[in-house]
């Protein structure tokens, strides 16, 4: 009598989710790049609602091609995502949840492979964005249990992004009494595990600490409420009149740039791309593929061959021309 195999028991789709996530947050990732990762899942559970299954092996190949068909991202971001749909694949096979790898044939679409350009402000459009902080005036009435705010509010909340590179989220949930020491802004922490910090002028620390005395340690904060959701939101639809009130820009303006912006100005001023890479907390190569064109270093190299090249090359006589 041949044995027979025990059956496979099945795995549902919430508990392979949760330890997906898990892994995830256990690895250490950012905020943001976890919050990427809650996204993907919450897509993908969708779809798995509205197809009816509880369990990771009712998932197929067709429903691997009919899950990244319907993603309407631009192809960067769509080739992102799929490297997230791979990577969960891949980990449910490890695991014995699914028996075969059910999206190893999908591709990334065209154009996911080339370098997202980073597009900082220009000085012209940051000067643009304070002048219409100081034409939207003093405060504004906000909602039921809201700080009012104004221009003032918004100036201050674009030095700090533009002067430190942080990304929105760390800008809304600032706290002076943990970043802010004298002129050093706590940035993170380093993979050495020492803190990294960043320098701002005295003038700015001052008008941090104005509103540290009005507003509390969360010089940013809308409300009551610390959801970093609820508080980002409320604060892009704050830079939003300001960009509006602007005028025109050469791209769309979004508080992502004002990072690019502080990679930008130090760019130019011929920091080297291992300092900007570590203050903004990317790799040397993302810094030379994204802003390669402020790269101050890699201009003044690629000239100086230019120059080589051509020294001993024929050159026409100058002649004067009536």
């Keep these: 009598m041949t044995p027979t195999e025990p059956a496979r028991s099945r795995t549902l789709i919430a508990e392979v989710t949760e330890a997906f996530l898990a892994r995830a947050q256990n690895k250490g990732v950012t905020d943001a790049t976890l919050r990427k990762y809650r996204t993907f899942i919450k897509q993908l559970t969708a779809y798995c609602d509205e197809r009816g299954y509880l369990y990771t092996d009712q998932l197929s190949v067709t429903d691997m091609d009919r899950f990244y068909a319907s ?13 997230k749909l791979r ?3 891949k980990f449910c096979v490890k695991r014995k949840w699914l028996a075969d790898n059910i999206a190893d044939d999908l591709e990334p679409p065209h154009g996911a492979s080339f370098a997202a350009n980073k597009s900082p402000f220009s000085d012209e459009e940051l000067h643009r964005m304070y002048a219409a902080c100081d034409a939207l005036g003093p ?3 906000a909602g039921p249990g809201a700080r009012p ?10 030095l700090l992004s533009v002067y430190t590179g942080l990304r929105i989220s760390d800008v809304c949930l600032f706290n002076t009494s943990k970043r802010l020491t004298g002129n050093d802004v706590f940035l993170r922490m380093h993979k050495t595990k020492k803190e990294l910090y960043t320098w ?3 003038w700015l620390v001052a008008r941090l600490r104005t509103r540290e005395a009005k507003q ?8 009551k409420s610390m959801n970093i959701r609820t508080v980002t939101e409320q604060w892009r639809r704050r830079l939003k009149k300001i960009f509006t009130l602007a005028g025109t820009f050469e791209e769309r303006p979004h508080p992502h740039r004002f990072r690019s912006t502080f ?8 920091v080297p791309v291992a300092d900007v890479a570590e203050l903004i907390g990317d790799t040397e190569e993302i810094v030379r593929k994204h802003y390669a064109r402020f790269v101050k270093e890699r201009q003044v190299r690629l000239t100086r061959i230019l120059q080589e090249a051509f020294s001993d090359k024929p050159k026409p006589k100058v002649i004067a021309i009536r």
């Design 71 to 83: 993603w309407k991202d631009g192809p960067i971001s769509k080739g992102k995502k799929l490297d």
């Design 87 to 89: 990577s969960f694949i």
């Design 139 to 141: 405060a504004i009435p």
């Design 149 to 158: 705010w104004g221009g003032e509010d918004a100036r201050d909340f674009i």
């Design 200 to 202: 701002i002028p005295d």
């Design 216 to 223: 509390g340690y969360h010089i940013f904060l809308v409300g």
């Design 263 to 270: 990679a930008r100005i130090l760019l130019e001023k011929g």
